[in-house]
């Protein structure tokens, strides 16, 4: 597979200050994450984590501080470089495994590879005409694990991605996550559970 190209990449946050419902969640947060590197958000239940993916992809407006990528792709935003994987899948039941993925790459844009491929990776061939309404909750998570491959980017922000994964489908991930680092990627993931790679851990809202 040929590389991102984002050899110097570097997502970086200084004085990140958020606030939800007119609360602070948490500010004055720093972090770095550079090419080839997994950062790990870990935290108490509440303390922020999704929220700090969210304003990573643009879904949130920060309240104050930046968040910068240097050494990506100078003619996109930040956001059109992520991947936002959230704890819910976004998958639309009365269309098919198949379709689901389609709608994904149309909407996301940019150059696709090969869907049904993809689909195979995540052991997903045999289910591609299938309603996504009937997938269980660990294929539901595996269809939406297909994204990530069908549309390359180089930051991928993953709220808790094993959920619901069983062990091979936890392997299968571990191996996809190492081979988008290899790529020259990044990962940023809010997780409570080890992420079964080499990462670096960042703490927000304290001590839990
Ligand atoms: N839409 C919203 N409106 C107001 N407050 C919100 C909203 N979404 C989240 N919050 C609040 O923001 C805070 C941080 O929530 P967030 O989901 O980012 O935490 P988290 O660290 O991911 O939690 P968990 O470990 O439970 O998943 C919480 O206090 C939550 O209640």
Not at 98 to 117: H, M, P, T, V
Not at 126 to 140: I, V, Y
Request: net charge neutral.
């Amino acid at each position: 597979m040929s590389g991102l190209d984002q050899g110097k990449m570097q997502l970086s946050g200084r004085g990140v200050v958020c606030v939800r419902g007119g609360r602070e969640v948490f500010s004055g947060l720093d972090f770095d994450a550079v090419a080839g590197e997994a950062v790990a958000v870990v935290g108490r239940n509440g303390s922020g984590k999704t929220s700090l993916l969210r304003l990573i992809a643009g879904l949130l407006i920060p309240a104050g501080g930046t968040i910068a990528l240097a050494g990506g792709d100078a003619e996109l935003t930040l956001p059109e470089q992520c991947h936002y994987l959230g704890h819910r899948d976004a998958l639309k039941p009365a269309l098919s495994v198949a379709e689901n993925l389609s709608f994904w790459a149309d909407f996301l844009g940019g150059q696709r590879s090969d869907a049904a491929k993809s689909l195979a990776i995540v052991g997903l061939d045999h289910a591609t005409h299938l309603p996504a309404a009937f997938l269980s909750a660990g294929q539901r998570r595996r269809l939406s694990l297909a994204r990530l491959l069908t549309v390359r980017r180089p930051v991928w922000l993953l709220d808790e991605p094993t959920t619901a994964l069983d062990v091979a489908g936890q392997g299968m991930f571990e191996g996809l996550m190492r081979e988008h680092l290899a790529r020259g990627g990044l990962i940023i993931a809010a997780t409570h559970a080890p992420l079964g790679i080499d990462s670096r851990e960042l703490r927000i809202g304290g001590a839990a």
